[in-house]
């Protein structure tokens, strides 16, 4: 009975986030990602299945080869996306310091508590796995074989095989994200694994969602691109592990079936793709091989590691050792006392926000996720403009804006959260009516912390493009974009940025489509009017001129804005009627 409720306990914890907002009920949330996950999943596998049912004569071999592709991307998306999950969960994955001083003082076996833990992440992983592959690996290997002569059995075999390689992918890129984590936390200790436990971390969510984001590009011309030329990178790719798991268990099954009568020029083309599936077969054995280790060495790294970790519960986290700061953050911390941020509340603000994007977990990954955005544009269409003319077109300047766009909406969005709900009493005590100088603070760090870092990333890319000068002009726009961007996406808040429990504002499910065509368009305007600003010293100083009157002008409305805030309601609003209270355990 303790281990089943204590399991129950650390499902909800899951679910559930009090330190985000107390009163919001999160059930809601998960049922709109389920429902996006699945009616996502619904969607991509119609579409893809297209090419097959629009067929007239189709075909083993052509069907063989064309569903490589497919298959690596939904192996890929199932990596991929159970690798962030546990990435969004990365505290929640282990006993933390609230499980450790609640549970520690209570009289409950150690190993109870460490198996109801190890169990509800368990079960969480399975169903987000399930969740996620559960329509595409019934709906796909069906539509793939429609208009084939094929049994009822060889069906089955196919949607078996395709549901347990990405239920295996999918177990893959959770347990390597766990691995990594309780690998690191067995070797440096709980003090120093939470010194490189924000980094490692971020670093890891920045790479599996430019990993979500690529993964299109890189599923066109699997066999083609890796499998027909002996690649060393195919055994660096871990889809492709998987895919050729999968081939291995059940590639057989369609080249087993006959192509029956098909016209002469669609024969010849099944000839030559069948030939090319032929070619690539031997290698989906070694693949396999590779797929299988990796799945085994991963959880024979993760699963005692995890154990070894949580083998102690005294009852009191551990402290962290007492040590002075570096000579880069004194020095950091005096120039932006200095210069930046000169007013008490200006510095409050600054390193307020800084601290919560650096040490807070859901502030870390909306900013993580901000610039994966930022880095797949910037991969997906700078190839488009390599060949870069004398003056720049429109299209060479979008990457910039682009991710000037995604790392403010992210800032964005991480202001919007609390810093710790528990903590919200001290803006009430300290509070002096003044949310100007704090509303400044927090704004000079979005453009000093993150637009200015963005500038600084791409300036070299830039620089092998247009040359060091026009590079360094276009960052020089660049930056007073950006301040102006981040002026606009400060305006309206209602609530003082990480002051006040989360409250979702529900807008962009309505108004989405809206933003995303009004961006476009946007940035389109803003690079023909910046190609025109680069064109000259002069466009170039009317341009930066223009843009320090914009941002002054929006100041002044965010000043006006501040006044008439009330940063003391610190609760969200409650928008329903009802409130689920839980009192059925």
């Given at each position: 009975?303790?281990?089943?409720?204590?399991?129950?306990?650390?499902?909800?914890?899951?679910?559930?986030?009090?330190?985000?907002?107390?009163?919001?009920?999160?059930?809601?949330?998960?049922?709109?990602?389920?429902?996006?996950?699945?009616?996502?999943?619904?969607?991509?596998?119609?579409?893809?299945?297209?090419?097959?049912?629009?067929?007239?004569?189709?075909?083993?071999?052509?069907?063989?080869?064309?569903?490589?592709?497919?298959?690596?991307?939904?192996?890929?998306?199932?990596?991929?996306?159970?690798?962030?999950?546990?990435?969004?969960?990365?505290?929640?994955?282990?006993?933390?310091?609230?499980?450790?001083?609640?549970?520690?003082?209570?009289?409950?076996?150690?190993?109870?508590?460490?198996?109801?833990?190890?169990?509800?992440?368990?079960?969480?992983?399975?169903?987000?796995?399930?969740?996620?592959?559960?329509?595409?690996?019934?709906?796909?290997?069906?539509?793939?074989?429609?208009?084939?002569?094929?049994?009822?059995?060889?069906?089955?075999?196919?949607?078996?095989?395709?549901?347990?390689?990405?239920?295996?992918?999918?177990?893959?890129?959770?347990?390597?994200?766990?691995?990594?984590?309780?690998?690191?936390?067995?070797?440096?200790?709980?003090?120093?694994?939470?010194?490189?436990?924000?980094?490692?971390?971020?670093?890891?969510?920045?790479?599996?969602?430019?990993?979500?984001?690529?993964?299109?590009?890189?599923?066109?011309?699997?066999?083609?691109?890796?499998?027909?030329?002996?690649?060393?990178?195919?055994?660096?790719?871990?889809?492709?592990?998987?895919?050729?798991?999968?081939?291995?268990?059940?590639?057989?099954?369609?080249?087993?079936?006959?192509?029956?009568?098909?016209?002469?020029?669609?024969?010849?083309?099944?000839?030559?793709?069948?030939?090319?599936?032929?070619?690539?077969?031997?290698?989906?054995?070694?693949?396999?091989?590779?797929?299988?280790?990796?799945?085994?060495?991963?959880?024979?790294?993760?699963?005692?590691?995890?154990?070894?970790?949580?083998?102690?519960?005294?009852?009191?986290?551990?402290?962290?050792?007492?040590?002075?700061?570096?000579?880069?953050?004194?020095?950091?911390?005096?120039?932006?006392?200095?210069?930046?941020?000169?007013?008490?509340?200006?510095?409050?603000?600054?390193?307020?926000?800084?601290?919560?994007?650096?040490?807070?977990?859901?502030?870390?990954?909306?900013?993580?996720?901000?610039?994966?955005?930022?880095?797949?544009?910037?991969?997906?269409?700078?190839?488009?403009?390599?060949?870069?003319?004398?003056?720049?077109?429109?299209?060479?300047?979008?990457?910039?804006?682009v991710a000037l766009i995604a790392v403010v909406v992210g800032f964005r969005h991480a202001m919007g959260l609390p810093a710790d709900v528990r903590g919200?009493?001290?803006?009430?005590?300290?509070?002096?009516?003044?949310?100007?100088?704090?509303?400044?603070?927090?704004?000079?760090?979005?453009?000093?912390?993150?637009?200015?870092?963005?500038?600084?990333?791409?300036?070299?890319?830039?620089?092998?493009?247009?040359?060091?000068?026009?590079?360094?002009?276009?960052?020089?726009?660049?930056?007073?974009?950006?301040?102006?961007?981040?002026?606009?996406?400060?305006?309206?808040?209602?609530?003082?940025?990480?002051?006040?429990?989360?409250?979702?504002?529900?807008?962009?499910?309505?108004?989405?489509?809206?933003?995303?065509?009004?961006?476009?368009?946007?940035?389109?305007?803003?690079?023909?009017?910046?190609?025109?600003?680069?064109?000259?010293?002069?466009?170039?100083?009317?341009?930066?001129?223009?843009?320090?009157?914009?941002?002054?002008?929006?100041?002044?409305?965010?000043?006006?804005?501040?006044?008439?805030?009330?940063?003391?309601?610190?609760?969200?609003?409650?928008?329903?009627?009802?409130?689920?209270?839980?009192?059925?355990?």
């Open positions: 009975m303790p281990e089943r409720l204590l399991r129950s306990h650390f499902v909800r914890r899951f679910l559930d986030n009090d330190l985000i907002s107390p009163d919001a009920d999160r059930h809601e949330v998960l049922a709109a990602i389920s429902a996006v996950l699945i009616g996502g999943g619904l969607f991509i596998t119609l579409m893809m299945s297209l090419k097959f049912l629009m067929q007239v004569f189709q075909s083993p071999g052509r069907t063989a080869v064309l569903a490589l592709g497919d298959r690596f991307f939904f192996f890929g998306i199932s990596m991929t996306v159970m690798a962030l999950g546990a990435l969004a969960s990365w505290n929640a994955l282990s006993l933390d310091a609230r499980d450790v001083a609640i549970l520690g003082p209570l009289p409950i076996e150690r190993r109870a508590i460490v198996r109801a833990k190890l169990a509800s992440v368990a079960i969480v992983a399975a169903g987000a796995a399930t969740v996620l592959n559960g329509v595409t690996s019934v709906l796909y290997p069906i539509l793939v074989v429609a208009k084939l002569p094929i049994g009822l059995a060889a069906t089955g075999e196919l949607i078996f095989a395709h549901a347990l390689v990405a239920l295996s992918a999918g177990a893959f890129g959770f347990l390597a994200v766990l691995a990594v984590r309780e690998l690191l936390h067995a070797a440096l200790g709980t003090v120093r694994f939470m010194g490189v436990s924000v980094p490692v971390h971020a670093s890891l969510t920045v790479a599996a969602i430019v990993a979500v984001l690529l993964l299109p590009g890189l599923s066109s011309g699997v066999a083609e691109r890796w499998l027909v030329e002996p690649s060393p990178l195919r055994w660096r790719i871990p889809p492709l592990w998987f895919l050729g798991l999968h081939e291995y268990l059940a590639g057989d099954i369609l080249m087993r079936l006959p192509h029956g009568e098909l016209p002469r020029w669609i024969a010849g083309q099944e000839a030559r793709l069948a030939a090319v599936y032929a070619s690539v077969r031997p290698s989906f054995g070694g693949l396999a091989a590779v797929a299988a280790s990796a799945l085994i060495a991963v959880a024979s790294v993760a699963l005692p590691a995890y154990w070894w970790n949580n083998r102690r519960i005294d009852g009191a986290p551990p402290a962290a050792r007492g040590t002075g700061r570096s000579w880069f953050a004194r020095i950091t911390t005096a120039v932006v006392n200095t210069i930046v941020a000169r007013h008490p509340l200006a510095q409050a603000g600054y390193w307020l926000a800084c601290r919560s994007v650096m040490r807070s977990l859901p502030h870390r990954v909306s900013i993580a996720t901000a610039a994966a955005v930022a880095i797949a544009a910037t991969f997906i269409l700078l190839p488009f403009v390599a060949d870069a003319p004398a003056v720049p077109r429109v299209l060479l300047l979008v990457p910039q804006l919200n009493w001290v803006f009430h005590i300290a509070w002096m009516g003044d949310a100007r100088h704090y509303l400044a603070g927090v704004k000079r760090f979005g453009l000093t912390g993150i637009v200015l870092p963005t500038m600084l990333l791409l300036y070299p890319i830039y620089a092998v493009l247009l040359g060091i000068e026009r590079a360094g002009a276009h960052a020089l726009l660049g930056a007073a974009l950006g301040a102006v961007l981040l002026q606009v996406a400060m305006l309206g808040t209602e609530r003082l940025p990480l002051a006040c429990a989360y409250a979702p504002g529900g807008t962009l499910k309505t108004r989405g489509p809206v933003y995303l065509f009004g961006g476009i368009v946007a940035i389109y305007w803003i690079g023909r009017l910046e190609r025109a600003a680069l064109s000259s010293v002069e466009g170039t100083a009317i341009f930066v001129a223009a843009a320090i009157a914009l941002y002054t002008a929006l100041g002044m409305i965010a000043r006006r804005q501040a006044d008439a805030r009330n940063p003391c309601d610190v609760a969200p609003p409650l928008e329903q009627t009802t409130q689920r209270l839980g009192l059925s355990d």
